[in-house]
């Protein structure tokens, strides 16, 4: 069992519906020194791409990002959830919905920060269905760069995110691959060797 997963059992909290509440120290209270070990994780498991932005979705991914970005010792780039007055110029377009929040959004990347030789490796906090990893995905592809890796904190193995994105032939690392939860008793069961 590895650090986050120990960590899940710990202070994770199964709810109804296949909701797995991490908020206490992933994406509302975030512990910096578990998104250290996060960082340090990606960074040994993408060791041999060239990676030169990571990527990710506003807002539960941006910590872990900057994090990793420090490991990588490369710049961020978050997807924003709507157009404001301080984004000039073209942008990337991209619909994704949202298995947690249940609603679909438009997700933008300045074309300004995205370029054909940029090597990304996308982050997240969490893997479900993969409409967010496709949103992010298609904004790559469209800047003619090239997905290098994903790294996930936690997927949702029992899902159809993963195997989605993993059949379309991109690197996805997954720290903690839950197989089943139950909220009745709290159980959560790990995929051996995620």
């Not at 069992?1 to 109804?16: Q, S």
Request: aromatic content about 8%; hydrophobic content about 45%; overall charge negative.
């Amino acid at each position: 069992m590895n650090f986050l997963e120990e960590r899940i059992l710990k202070d994770g909290i199964v709810k109804e519906g296949n909701v797995l509440k991490v908020d206490s120290f992933l994406n509302h209270q975030m512990d910096v020194r578990l998104f250290d070990q996060i960082g340090e994780e990606f960074k040994r498991r993408f060791a041999d791409e060239k990676i030169n932005k990571i990527l990710t979705i506003e807002a539960s991914g941006i910590g872990i990002a900057c994090i990793v970005a420090r490991h990588f010792d490369v710049p961020v780039i978050f997807a924003k959830k709507s157009k404001s007055i301080n984004i000039e110029g073209d942008v990337y377009v991209a619909e994704v919905e949202s298995f947690t929040h249940k609603c679909k959004n438009q997700v933008i990347v300045s074309k300004k920060f995205l370029n054909p030789e940029d090597k990304v490796l996308i982050i997240d906090d969490f893997l479900a269905n993969g409409c967010a990893l496709q949103g992010l995905i298609s904004i790559v592809k469209s800047a003619g760069a090239e997905v290098s890796g994903i790294g996930i904190a936690i997927e949702k193995g029992f899902q159809p995110g993963g195997q989605v994105i993993r059949n379309l032939g991109f690197h996805l690392e997954s720290l903690a691959i839950v197989d089943s939860m139950d909220y009745t008793t709290g159980e959560i069961k790990f995929r051996e060797n995620a």
